[in-house]
């Protein structure tokens, strides 16, 4: 996953600098200028994921030259069976989405419900066994 992560922490800084590129092009255009942090900040997102994977699984077979085809045979991954964080995750967009009509006080309510729901589903299993020998 370490080239997914700096692939798309190229991506990330690509957007950053158009960003800011385009805001003094644009003399700081509010549309154009938030696409682009948003797009800045989901391909972080993608690229920190990705980092998280690679640190704690290491390399994949697919990484490796020297790896056999049936070294990626097996389980995939581990689905958790229940878990509380979605709906907190789902919650604390409402929230944000209604703190955008209603007032800042309730965005950032809501943003850090949506973080907190965020960082839960993200980190529930960090301490959890990858099931790999050695």
């Known amino acids: 996953m370490r080239t997914e992560s700096l692939l798309f922490g190229g991506v990330a800084a690509f957007f950053a600098g158009t960003a800011v590129f385009y805001g003094f092009w644009a003399h700081w255009d509010p549309a154009g200028t938030a696409a682009l942090i948003v797009a800045f900040l989901m391909a972080s997102v993608i690229s920190f994921f990705c980092a998280m994977n690679h640190r704690r699984k290491g390399l994949r077979p697919q990484d490796r030259p020297d790896a056999e085809v049936a070294e990626g045979a097996g389980p995939l991954e581990f689905f958790p069976p229940d878990s509380r964080w979605p709906v907190v995750t789902a919650a604390g967009f409402a929230v944000t989405a209604t703190g ?8 950032l309510i809501g943003v850090g419900v949506l973080g907190a729901g965020v960082f839960g589903m993200v980190f529930q299993y960090a301490d959890r066994d990858s099931g790999r020998a050695g």
């Open 100 to 107: 955008v009509v209603y007032g800042l006080w309730l965005f």
